[in-house]
């Protein structure tokens, strides 16, 4: 899980040093195997009676020196993201995520195809939402000169490209 803050925000910290701290409850975590809260900048209630629930909090501090060091960094970016919580999906497989996602690419001297597959799996959680404004990073080198979306209808953004830091 990767948290994208806009390069403004370090501006806002600068000028609050004590903001509110962020926290995020993960639902259905029993689901999950191999959790990897970022130990710099993760907080977690371990004594939680709920196995299906898991609370976590952002150590402000740590994070506001991580985005200033990044934002010196670099000061061009117009977002910076930031890994948060690495996990696995538990073996029940493919039909216990709520995203199916298949990614294939193709590399030759003059050109990379790129192809990105999903299907919202309904049935994989108690209460489906609809799912909105889907996003896919990629970093590109050398420009994009075609884009084919077959559906749902697809754009190619490349005035917000996110810098990892």
């Given at each position: 899980m990767v948290l994208s803050f806009p390069a403004g925000i370090t501006r806002h910290f600068a000028n609050n040093?004590?903001?509110?701290?962020?926290?995020?409850?993960?639902?259905?975590?029993?689901?999950?195997?191999?959790?990897?809260?970022?130990?710099?900048?993760?907080?977690?209630?371990t004594t939680q009676s709920d196995a299906n629930t898991k609370e976590f909090w952002v150590n402000m501090p740590n994070l506001m020196t991580h985005l200033k060091k990044v934002?010196?960094?670099?000061?061009?970016?117009?977002?910076?993201?930031?890994?948060?919580?690495k996990y696995q999906v538990s073996a029940q497989g493919i039909q216990s995520t709520p995203l199916n996602l298949a990614v294939s690419w193709r590399c030759d001297p003059a050109s990379t195809d790129l192809r990105i597959d999903y299907k919202y799996n309904?049935?994989?959680?108690?209460t489906p939402v609809a799912l909105n404004n889907v996003q896919f990073l990629v970093p590109v080198d050398g420009g994009v000169t075609k884009l084919q979306a077959v559906l749902p209808p697809a754009v190619w953004n490349a005035k917000d490209i996110v810098e990892d830091p």
């Open positions: 040093p004590t903001p509110a701290v962020l926290t995020f409850r993960v639902l259905n975590y029993n689901r999950l195997e191999h959790v990897l809260p970022n130990p710099q900048l993760l907080c977690c209630d934002s010196e960094q670099k000061p061009q970016a117009t977002y910076y993201n930031v890994d948060m919580l309904t049935e994989a959680m108690t």
